[in-house]
């Protein structure tokens, strides 16, 4: 389902038109315009009508062509009848379930998972790796350990192969984002900090006093704005970490 916006809400696009047709048919049905869709009406062009039916044919193509040419590759003989497969049964097939999949009035939020007993009813066969206890561990063990690095460090994207791993994160990031009330002026700020050669994580303090205690866990900006890795070696400079304290809270880190 294929999602847009329009007066600044979220709306599929499938959701949206089917609000079209229902006044449609309202209008049809009763002969006149109900008053409360006369400003709703006015704030849609022409253009944003094509537009969601477009993204919602977008979306049925895409899944109709992944289904057809991918899903359905080694689908050659019919189970039942024993008989060959055709192209054209595969299209077809692939369009019923792309219609099913995009009809938002069966899922009715874009919030709701599609279970695997739905893709059966569909007629989609599906490999339940729940079922195989060694692949279903290390996929669950696997997810667990995507779910912590995103939660605690600043990775924020992974792209990974066999023989690779490529990830983009935020290397600097307060703790947390400060908004400094005007009758109180902290001590100190805290920022997270991975390396980038190691991707060790330590916690940064950076005094706005002199002499503050460093708390547990963390680690002392450096007076020369160069962080050097306890764990690598690696230097980094870290000055735009503190421009950015400043410039937020308005105070000067203390050297």
């Known amino acids: 389902m294929h999602k847009l916006s329009v007066m600044e ?5 499938d959701a949206f038109l089917d609000g079209l047709e229902k006044i449609k048919k309202e209008v049809i049905s009763t002969g006149k315009l109900n008053p409360a869709y006369i400003p709703i009406l006015q704030s849609i062009s022409p253009g944003e009508i094509q537009h969601f039916e477009n993204a919602q044919n977008f979306s049925k193509t895409l899944v109709k062509n992944w289904l057809s040419i991918y ?6 003989i019919h189970s039942s009848t024993g008989k060959p497969v055709t192209q054209e049964e595969k299209e077809n097939q692939a369009n019923e379930i792309a219609n099913k999949l995009c009809k938002h009035s069966d899922w009715l939020t874009h919030g709701r998972s599609i279970r695997i007993n739905d893709l059966e ?9 729940s079922n195989e206890t060694d692949l279903y561990d290390a996929i669950d063990r696997y997810f667990t350990l995507l779910r912590m690095t995103f939660d605690l460090t ?11 791993q490529i990830y983009q994160s935020i290397s600097q990031a307060l703790i947390p984002p400060i908004p400094v009330p005007k009758n109180i002026k902290p001590k100190m700020a805290h920022a997270n900090f991975i390396c980038p050669k190691c991707s060790a994580q330590y916690k940064i303090q950076m005094n706005f006093e002199k002499n503050v205690n460093i708390a547990p866990a963390s680690v002392p900006y450096p007076k020369n704005d160069i962080f050097v890795c306890p764990n690598c070696g690696t230097q980094t400079n870290v000055s735009p970490m503190r421009l950015q304290l400043e410039a937020q809270t308005g105070l000067k880190v203390n050297f």
Do not use: P, Q, V, W
């Open 121 to 129: 009813r569909m007629g989609l066969k599906i490999r339940n790796y």
């Open 9 to 13: 809400r979220d709306f599929s696009a």
């Open 71 to 76: 899903k359905f590759k080694y689908s050659e």
């Open 154 to 164: 600043g990775i924020y994207k992974i792209f990974e192969t066999c023989h690779s």
